[in-house]
């Protein structure tokens, strides 16, 4: 993801200290975030346990390698995707294989900006509003649907 100059992220997260893989939820600081649980289940390729508005995976300021089991989502694309276009509802996304409910399905890539900073007269954009840097802060404010 692109992120531009005049939007402030909040700095790294230090990352877990765990060797390898993560294996105790409980050790694992990445984990401790989730709510002292690894958020995936890890049987059809890893699937969510419970819907979460925001996920915490380890990352790249952890001690852990590529195959910790709290890398779910960074494991690349699992699902064949086709973007189309419908005759009535602009563009789609669907896929060619059954995607079981929970699982990740691709990385959404897109530019992070401040809402003044959007060019209203593109027609080259899809623009939505994300609050997720609210919600890692702990920040109440948004209904989550089943």
């Known amino acids: 993801m692109q992120v531009r100059k005049s939007v402030k992220l909040p700095s790294n997260a230090p990352g877990c200290g765990c060797e390898g893989t ?15 649980d690894f958020p995936y289940v890890h049987r059809d390729g890893g699937r969510l346990i419970e819907p979460k508005a925001v996920v915490f995976e380890c990352g790249p ?14 494991k690349g694309m699992r699902y064949r995707l086709e973007v189309f276009c419908t005759p009535k509802k602009g563009w789609g996304v669907r896929s060619w294989d059954f995607i079981p409910s929970g699982a990740p399905v691709c990385e959404y ?15 080259n954009n899809y ?3 994300i609050d997720c840097l609210q919600t890692m802060k702990g920040l109440d404010g948004r209904e989550v649907y089943p």
Do not use: H
């Open 127 to 129: 623009v939505f509003d």
């Open 61 to 74: 300021n952890c001690g852990c390698g590529l195959e910790c089991v709290n890398r779910t989502s960074q």
């Open 109 to 123: 890539i897109g530019v992070l900006m401040k809402t003044d900073e959007v060019d209203p007269a593109s027609e």
């Open 22 to 36: 993560c294996v105790d939820p409980k050790r694992c600081a990445c984990a401790r975030l989730n709510g002292s």
